[in-house]
C-alpha cells in the first residue's frame, strides 16, 4: 500500500479570507490595517478581495505587511501565494488568437473586418485615404 500524498499547501484566497475573519475584520479595515502598517495610503478594500478570490496574488512586500497585520508566518504566506501561483498558472488556457505568429504578424496594421475608427470609412488606414466630413 503507497503512503497518502502529503497535503497540498493551502490556496492563498481562502487563507487570507480564514485570517481576516478570525479577528472580525472587514477586507476595508484589513485595508486600512495594512496601509496603517506599511505606511502606504493606496491599498483599497478591492484589493483585498481580488486577493481573496484569487484574482490577483499580492508580491512580497504585500505578503511581509499581511503576515505582520494577520499574525500569520510569512512562510506560510509565502507557500500558499506559491501554490496559488502555480494553480493559476495551470488553469488558464492558452489563447491561439493571442499567440505571435506569421498570421498575426500579417494582420498587424489592418483594423479587424467589420470595424473601422471614427472618421474612417471600410479599407481606409491612418494617414491617408479619403475621410468623410459629413458636410454636402
Not at 478594500?45 to 484574482?55: A, F, K, Y
Amino acid at each position: 500500500m503507497t503512503p497518502p500524498a502529503p497535503p497540498r499547501p493551502a490556496q492563498l484566497g481562502p487563507l487570507l479570507a480564514r485570517c481576516r475573519l478570525a479577528r472580525g475584520w472587514s477586507q476595508q479595515r484589513t485595508a486600512a490595517e495594512l496601509c496603517a502598517a506599511a505606511g502606504v495610503p493606496t491599498l483599497s478594500r478591492h484589493e483585498v478581495s481580488r486577493w481573496e478570490r484569487q484574482r490577483r496574488v499580492p508580491g512580497g512586500f504585500w505578503l511581509g505587511w499581511l503576515a505582520v497585520v494577520l499574525d500569520v508566518p510569512l512562510v506560510a504566506l509565502a507557500e500558499a501565494a506559491a501554490a496559488t501561483r502555480r494553480a493559476t498558472r495551470r488553469a488558464v488556457p492558452t489563447r491561439p488568437d493571442r499567440a505571435t505568429g506569421p498570421g498575426r504578424a500579417a494582420r498587424a496594421g489592418t483594423p479587424p473586418a467589420g470595424r473601422t475608427g471614427p472618421g474612417r470609412t471600410a479599407g481606409t488606414t491612418r494617414g491617408g485615404g479619403a475621410r468623410a466630413t459629413g458636410t454636402g
